[in-house]
């Protein structure tokens, strides 16, 4: 707030009032951009902006007065650095400051900086760690038995070192991250606009979610975005697979309630066809979202968001379909309420 506050300021003192063009703000889900009439005053560059190398010097001088007197501007021309000290502090993206057709551009991004200095340490040390209990796990019976399944080999240090890698990395994927590399393994040709379209959320997010995948190692694309194709590096562990077979486990066991409801009465073939329409209707995530929900009752929109590595936005939209179509409904209030699930069978 305190970086919008500057930004909005600087846009009122230092605007150009004899275009008759208007001042805009537009909000976006990661970012928000701000445009003023009016390019930089008296042959101040970007440049000179970032390095600070520069002498304040205002088009509107009454103004600029009246603002410092008030206590609203500190001081003259320090309103971009404070803003950039203000995002740096918040640990988010730098702002963006571009001259635009005949006025001035500033987008601010809601992106978190990761401080990839950090994670490299922290890596190298889990490594370490998890090599050191790996070796004395070697040693030791009962732990053999315990990590058997991870350590299949124990007679290689090699292979042992590999599939601890591997664990460590297939834990750190959200369970949307899962499905989208089984939706890939299944059509490797399988486009954005198309992801976006089955798990019902924005193309932001699946980009998101993308660049993670390619991050951690699981995921390259090979050519350019119109006749290339998704090359999968690791596959994901029986571990991994458990949750695609709940996920699809709901579509299953409604097509077994089909092949099933032949011998029973033209009644009830039609009550399970109403069901498995409904059923049908639900997108990957939402089936998530509702086996979330049946495992805890109490979890937030938050918990949900961050499970997923979407935006609460995006989990509230599917939410609010699963209540349209039947589905879910929220008893008491956001604090001490909870969900319940109105018919188990339904989603299964």
């Not at 970007?46 to 205002?58: A, C, E, F, R």
């Amino acid at each position: 707030m305190d970086a919008i506050r500057e930004i909005v300021v600087n846009m009122v003192v230092h605007r150009d009032y004899r275009d008759s063009s208007a001042s805009i703000i537009k909000i976006f889900d990661n970012r928000i951009e701000f445009f003023n009439p009016g390019k930089l005053y008296e042959g101040i560059t970007i440049q000179d902006l970032l390095s600070g190398n520069y002498t304040s010097k205002s088009r509107n001088k009454l103004i600029a007065r009246a603002f410092k007197e008030t206590g609203i501007i500190e001081r003259y021309g320090s309103g971009i650095m404070r803003v950039r000290k203000i995002c740096k502090e918040y640990g988010v993206r730098e702002p963006d400051f571009i001259e635009i057709s005949n006025g001035f551009q500033v987008i601010l991004y809601n992106e978190k900086v990761v401080d990839t200095k950090k994670l490299t340490d922290k890596d190298t040390n889990s490594d370490i760690d998890t090599n050191k209990d790996t070796n004395k796990d070697t040693n030791s019976d009962t732990n053999k038995d315990t990590n058997s399944d991870t350590n299949k080999d124990t007679n290689s240090d090699t292979n042992k070192d590999t599939n601890s890698d591997t664990d460590k990395d297939t834990n750190k994927l959200t369970e949307i991250q899962k499905i989208i590399l089984k939706k890939i393994e299944n059509n490797k040709n399988i486009t954005l606009s198309e992801l976006s379209k089955a798990f019902n959320i924005n193309i932001r997010n699946i980009k998101n979610n993308i660049s993670k995948l390619k991050d951690k190692g699981f995921l390259e694309r090979v050519g350019n975005n119109k006749s290339g194709y998704w090359e999968i590096k690791q596959t994901l562990k029986d571990t991994d697979k458990d949750t695609d077979k709940d996920t699809n486990s709901d579509t299953n066991s409604d097509t077994n309630k089909d092949t099933n409801s032949d011998t029973n009465s033209d009644t009830d073939k039609d009550t399970n066809s109403d069901t498995n329409k409904d059923t049908n209707k639900l997108t990957e995530i939402q089936k998530i979202i509702l086996k979330k929900i049946e495992n805890n009752k109490n979890i937030t929109l938050s918990e949900l968001s961050k499970a997923f590595n979407i935006n609460i936005r995006n989990t509230k939209n599917n939410i609010s379909k699963l209540k349209d179509k039947g589905f879910l409904e929220r008893v008491g209030n956001n604090k001490s309420g909870y969900w319940e699930i109105k018919d188990i069978k339904r989603h299964r």
